[in-house]
């Protein structure tokens, strides 16, 4: 039975391969609500020639400068942690592997800034400021609808929707008009993302339609089709949360109570390394540079590196929940439960609990 | 392997009838085309209670007398069998099952109409307009883009590409505007239907998006999911074809040569009859009267009958082949070959070839 469900996604995965190939659309306008419409039922990533946010004439616009003169001294809510590997499958000081959650710090908006790549054209030796800077990593990213939740558009009104970057809101639309009229819905979460190279997203897929545009700095996508979901080798890992230690001040992972659920997760912690992933996988890489803006497809897994200082916003739409599209993405993915992630040199003859 | 093939099915089946049901939904108004590409994504059969035809304003419209006197005395080709069941697996002279192809002949529409119950509401005992007429049943179903075929489209010309009901053509757009903007295509082809309840269409599913009108009379249409098609109970049969003997005139069903593939079709006969199809199959009714139409998915599996004298007019339009949606129905059906459909009475433990 194990080996038939291999078989079948095997076939899937090559059928799927032999049929759209690697390729990718690059728009130089946006869609239409019917042409997205129906670039949604196809369901391949594109890239698109302009900004979802409307472009400012302050050329400094979403500059450190500008960033830290509209968002004042207010305080954010930053993800921390010692490497830039927020909810990734992470090596513990017992050795083994856990699913790990960064630390939430709230700081102001100045000393994330402070903590991160100097903005403008990458230097050359880009590592460089990852050489100067603090042991621990900072990255806006969470991810919860830090611009516009979906109580905005229930309760219609900003006092009801409270957002740390308030300020900001004036020059972030919270919709996209062509995709909300294509998919007949508002989004569930407009989310603020500033990072640069020294985070990474580790690879993952999510239930949503997701526009993604870039307003400073460059995103690298890897993504791979819902159909290679099984060549990223997914394992159940335990959790674990970064705290800061109150005798060091440093940063320690802390398991979680023996209760907490596994956490299903890829065991590829880098999908662009080519000997990372078998041949049946064929990665797409796409980089998305200040100004455009990507549609990546619900159920794509997609693995994201910054060059640089970086600025995005993301919109997460709703998959349609009607149809096939939903079983189908459970099909491939969660139909079967995956090994165990630790102690196992040879995955496919891992032990079982 | 077989038998996990087996769980997958009944795996997928479940989980899609779980989130769908049985549910179809009525519109009084036909869609936008972005409103019915949002329909195509979802993929679920829709009544819509309005012609696709633009309506006359001559009642008599559809009636027999009025297409007789449209088409004159132009010959037409005609679907001719003994049972009323063209194309659909068929007992032989031999006592083997056969998928049986119809005589096609020609004939005028007078012929063809004089063969057919009476137009007009059926009568309190519809069996009687069978009994009384002659042993063969007649039914235009030529499927071949009988008023437009895709040339018609690609030449823009009604020169290059002929129609044995060229007199009809004013009458029928060649096109639906919100379905051809919906897909962005022209229809691949577009057919005439004219029958009665002595003629059914055996359950099988097309890789086209259908769009049926009906103009007089009334179809009853049983569905099924593609999920559900393993319900059916393929099996690959012989191939043969009603011929007409030049010594007796009668309808005689003829094998094909034996090197002509196999017809894979469904061994289920009468969807309609509730112990003909396993508990796992959810068949959706919709009876589709004068003046109505409906949206038929891509891979819905479909069985048709007729009350009475039957017009009806439908659009095929190519299925969108990128993406996902032709890998699933390839996957729901034709990853492996079914057994042969004659010689086994117990079909789960039936010979192999």
New interface residues.
Partial sequence: ?Q???R??LR??AE??HD??GTQYDVLEDFPT??EF??M?????PILMRGSAIPSLSDAAAWSKPWLADKMGDRDISVAVTPNGRADAVTRGPDNKLYFAEPLTQKMSVQALLRSLSSDGPPAADASQDARTSQAEVHYLQSQNGNLFSNRYYELRGDSEDPSEFEPLREYIPSEISWCS????RNPDAVNLWIGDEKSVTSIHSDPYENIYTVLRGSKQFTLLP??EGWCLKERRYPHATYVRSPVTSQLELVPSPAETPLVRWSSVTDPTDPTALPAEAHPIHITVNAGETLYLPAGWWHYVCQRGFTVAVNYWYDM?????????L??LRD?EEPPLGNGEDEPEGGEKE
């Fill in positions: 039975m080996e038939y469900r078989e079948a076939w899937l059928e799927y049929l759209n609500p019917l419409s129906r949604v039922h196809i369901s391949r009229d294509a998919l007949d819902p159909t349609e929940g009607r149809g096939m599209s939903w079983v189908w459970n099909f139909t």
